[in-house]
């Protein structure tokens, strides 16, 4: 039976997910004709990928570091230094951006790195409840810490409305008593890529090739990335298109490189006057994208602790 997940614009990078791990039940990620489906399913979708959104959805990076230590991490929190969002600057974003979308998006999630990490989360999801009270807020997380949080994070999630999402790793964590407690607390928990309450797949890696000479064509590495237009990301001020343009400063402090970000690969929160100018950036090519190798993805790689080694990355 095929995922029934409506191909509205905010849920097709969700629906890829969901046919991607009905595929992986016959099909193993890491063999070469899945990655000839993943890019064949990248470019079917292109037109409506890529368009002008109707409505902005985003994530918000709570903490870019991590307690997991993953090879391969799309945005680095195996070598990301400790960094958590300042609550009051997000405060006053979310305050101008609910403004400027007159409160109306898809949807947000709450993000790391590992954002159960962050000391002010509850206050942090009491103000995404106070901007934002309608729409799909989720918490990402590794599920690590759930079973240590106190009463407080769960009422907060009922009043705000804020659903868990656990990322299955293939780490020892009982997913049953995650799901029961969530169940007895009235809050609803899910597994990213999965349908309803069935288990995806145990999570793989991909690795996302960088070109440190930034020598792609920007165009063509646009065009096959299932970031663009979705992984919107909100902090500091910004709005940065995807995740790997808000972490690599981690990336090249770490290793010493320069991948450079220019002005126009960000859009300030207050130089905007108006959502049009918001979803027009998200839907147009980054000069960064010139450093993604995107077509080169390999995928199915086996989860695995990070050596720290520039090797998982490029």
């Not at 079917?44 to 570091?65: G, M, N, Q, V, W």
């Not at 391969?72 to 979310?94: H, M, N, P, R």
């Not at 010139?290 to 050596?307: A, V």
């Amino acid at each position: 039976m095929y995922p029934r997940i409506a191909l509205r614009k905010g849920n097709i990078i969700e629906f890829l997910r969901a046919i991607s791990n009905f595929i992986v039940a016959f099909i193993p990620e890491s063999s070469r004709f899945y990655r000839k489906v993943a890019l064949l399913g990248l470019k079917l979708t292109e037109k409506k990928r890529l368009s002008k959104r109707k409505l902005l959805r985003f994530d918000i990076p709570i903490a870019d570091h991590c307690n997991l230590n993953c090879k391969y991490c799309c945005t680095f929190s195996s070598i990301a230094e400790k960094t958590f969002v300042d609550v009051q600057t997000l405060s006053l974003d979310l305050h101008n951006l609910s403004k400027i979308t007159n409160g109306e998006i898809d949807d947000i999630a709450l993000i790391g790195g590992e954002p159960l990490l962050h000391p002010k989360l509850i206050e942090i999801m009491d103000i995404v409840g106070k901007y934002f009270t309608s729409q799909e807020i989720a918490i990402v997380t590794n599920g690590i810490l759930l079973n240590k949080q106190p009463d407080e994070f769960w009422n907060a999630c009922r009043r705000n409305k804020i659903d868990i999402k656990i990322t299955r790793y293939p780490i020892k964590l009982d997913f049953e008593s995650l799901k029961n407690k969530a169940k007895n607390e009235a809050v609803s928990l899910t597994y990213v890529g999965g349908s309803g309450d069935n288990m995806p797949p145990i999570k793989s890696m991909w690795k996302r090739p960088f070109d440190l000479n930034g020598t792609q064509d920007l165009e063509h590495s646009w065009k096959y990335c299932n970031e663009a237009n979705y992984c919107i990301r909100l902090k500091d001020g910004k709005i940065y298109p995807c995740g790997t343009i808000q972490t690599i400063i981690h990336f090249n402090k770490y290793f010493n490189t320069n991948m450079d970000v220019s002005k126009n690969d960000i859009l300030e929160l207050d130089n905007v006057r108006n959502l049009d100018e918001i979803l027009t950036f998200l839907s147009t090519p980054k000069k960064f994208c010139r450093y993604c190798k995107r077509k080169d993805i390999t995928t199915g790689l086996k989860w695995g602790i990070s050596k720290k080694e520039i090797s998982e990355w490029v």
